[in-house]
């Protein structure tokens, strides 16, 4: 019994210390940045500053750490799988591309801290075209029809005038509780910064 509460103190402690990490995630500036600004440097370097405040990793990696610091039942060997983030007022079937970017953060993120999760869009095969060669599918036929999923990481978006708030969620995968919960506004210039593919090879027209 002694060795049990060792183990879940320590556990308790490691949450808190993740927890209280990601509060100063997306903090305007450290003592080591205000330093650089009181020495007068060039405008470049604050820019260079201020650059990972329109990462939205760093926004997905605050989200993660408070899911991660009030997540229930959820045990070490459990198996997530992260899902599409789509618009509250939607139809829950679409998602926009800074919204992709969230779920693959995610995948990144639950994996750096050693949580299992699953890429369930992989084949297990790969399919060579002269295009390139593809592991991944978005046609559910040529996917596993049976995922050792325990829990799904999901979530919504709603618009704001001046960004987008992000809810997300842990939610059982047999029992759709909710077993965690975290919210962020992630800035309208960092949801600008993530660009469709579609609209990366247009160019502007110079003028006179």
């Known amino acids: 019994m002694q060795r049990f509460k060792r183990i ?33 440097h060039k405008y470049n370097r604050l820019i260079g500053i201020k650059k990972r405040e ?15 610091s009030n997540m229930t039942h959820v045990k070490p060997q459990s198996v ?15 998602m926009p ?27 297990g095969f790969i399919r060579v075209l002269p295009e390139g060669d593809f592991a991944l599918s978005t046609d559910y036929t040529e996917l596993k029809s049976i995922q050792p999923i325990d829990y799904i990481l999901t979530g919504t978006l709603t618009e704001l005038r001046d960004g987008v708030q992000v809810n997300a969620k842990v939610v059982g995968a047999k029992s759709h509780a909710v077993v965690a919960a975290a919210q962020i506004i992630i800035p309208r210039e960092v949801i600008d910064n993530v660009i469709p593919t579609a609209t990366k090879g247009e160019t502007i027209k110079l003028t006179n």
């Open 80 to 94: 997530l799988a992260s899902s599409s983030f789509v618009y509250v007022d939607g139809d829950f079937l679409s």
């Open 8 to 40: 879940t103190l320590s556990s308790f402690l490691i949450l808190n210390t993740i927890a209280c990490s990601s509060m100063t995630e997306v903090d305007p500036y450290s003592d080591e940045e205000i330093a650089v600004l009181q020495q007068g």
């Open 97 to 123: 591309t800074f919204a992709k970017q969230i779920q693959e953060s995610f995948i990144y993120e639950f994996h750096k801290i050693g949580q299992p999760i699953i890429e369930f869009k992989s084949t």
């Open 54 to 68: 329109r990462d939205l990793n760093n926004y997905v990696k605050t989200l993660t750490h408070e899911l991660v």
